[in-house]
């Protein structure tokens, strides 16, 4: 591991990190972009043959009932059991956050309120390149389930043999996923953000995925909308002189297993950091005064997964702000969240946690304001609404509320 002191260019790095844009990436995703939305279904076959190295055709792209039915002769029998329990856990959590419509009215005669729909269509992305991502299928689909989405359709990569890893076939089918398409990268997000002939236009996207997928969704974004702009995975450990040294390493060398997977430090002892320094061979280590210091570092840092394996966690938490995770106390690992404790691992990285929150229900709604005035209403807040539109110069705004009077 590397040492990055405060206030070293090394340190400002690690804060100004995030899922900027490669050039090279952008150009060669805005063509597959381009390419998708002009020509549909014909485009996707040709990346599937030039990306997977496999020829498909149109009705080969959707995953049939008989593909996911042998899916399950492919898994382990306990795999089904093991995965309720999970579903769950996640269940329990999401249920916190569902959202009613409501409204309020005054004796005035003025009614407000907000109307919460859930999105008609949504699409969930499931990275299966070095290792099929099981879990991001229930971390993804649940809270949109949850929300009362109506359509979910999901897309991941195919292999070789032009088939989808049956694990993730198998959760998606138990969660009642309407559509699943063999369909990765770049390509699969511009499918889903326009619409083909084969697979439907979605409303949201949502999930992890490379370069080239986050990339794809920054392009699309507008067309549709997305969850959030995700690069390399990241922990970041807040550790004293009580902590376990032994669980301060395997955690930060889990977050290695991860593809370009970041992993820092953060400690007031020079002795943990001293033998770190030697036996974690990526990473970074950042020696601070106390734990105060260590919660502000942190909070600059603003990590997708925030370890906290101090003798008193919660006392540090408390001065936390940014942060897409906050695991707590030294039988908390980041695998917990990564599989079964409930939240979604989905969660805002590269510095973006100081403005975007992990994957929730929340995301799978949209708000319409509602508004209603009676006449007099309308005649007791007259004064002001004319005298802002006299500023603003809108004449016909004036109008449009004096002719309700004549």
């Known amino acids: 591991m590397k040492l990055a002191r405060v206030g070293s260019k090394q340190f400002q790095k690690l804060c100004e990190r995030n899922a900027g844009s490669n050039k090279r990436v952008a150009e060669s995703v805005r063509k597959i972009v381009e390419n998708v939305k002009l020509y549909g279904d014909d485009a996707v076959i040709r990346y599937a043959r030039k990306f997977d190295k ?11 009932e008989c593909e996911t039915s042998g899916a399950y002769q492919d898994i382990k029998p306990e795999f089904v059991s093991v995965l309720k329990v999970v579903i769950d856990n996640i269940t329990k959590f999401y249920k916190k956050q569902l959202k009613k419509s409501w409204k309020i009215k005054d004796a005035n005669g003025v009614l407000l309120g907000e109307k919460v729909t859930p999105l008609e269509k949504v699409g969930v992305y499931v990275p299966s390149g070095t290792v099929p991502l099981v879990s991001s299928v229930y971390m993804s689909v649940i809270p949109a389930k949850m929300a009362g989405v109506k359509k979910i359709v999901l897309v991941t990569p195919p292999n070789k043999y032009k088939s989808v890893d049956p694990y993730i076939l198998v959760v998606a089918n138990l969660l009642k996923v309407d559509e699943i398409y063999k369909i990765g990268g770049a390509q699969a997000i511009a499918a889903l953000a326009f619409g083909t002939k084969t697979v ?26 997305i969850d959030m702009l995700a690069g390399p995975t990241e922990v970041v450990i807040i550790a004293n002189q009580f902590s376990n040294i032994n669980y301060i390493k395997a ?12 992993s820092i430090l953060i400690t007031n002892s ?13 990473g970074y280590i950042i020696l601070v005064k106390n734990m105060e210091e260590a919660a502000d570092v942190a909070n600059k840092l603003a990590a997708e997964h925030l370890q906290i394996l101090t003798n008193n966690p919660k006392k540090i938490a408390n001065r936390i702000n940014n942060a897409g995770a906050i695991f707590l106390g030294p039988y908390t690992p980041v695998a917990i969240g990564d599989y079964v404790a409930g939240p979604s691992h989905v969660l805002p990285t590269g510095g973006s946690a100081r403005f975007f ?24 807040i007259r004064g002001p609404l004319e005298k802002i539109a006299q500023i603003e110069g809108l004449k016909k705004h004036l109008d449009s509320v004096k002719v309700r009077f004549e």
């Open 54 to 64: 496999i020829k498909l055709t149109p009705k080969e792209l959707k995953i049939s």
């Open 200 to 225: 439907p236009k979605v409303d949201k996207i949502v999930g992890p995925g490379n370069a080239y997928v986050t990339e794809a969704k920054r392009q699309v974004f507008g067309y549709c909308d």
């Open 251 to 262: 955690d930060l060398e889990a977050q290695g297993e991860h593809f370009m997977g970041l």
């Open 270 to 282: 020079k002795k943990i950091a001293k033998t770190l320094k030697k036996e974690v061979a990526n």
């Open 357 to 380: 929150s992990g994957l929730g229900v929340q995301d799978f709604y949209k708000c319409s304001h509602i508004l209603s005035y009676t006449k007099s209403a309308l005649e007791n």
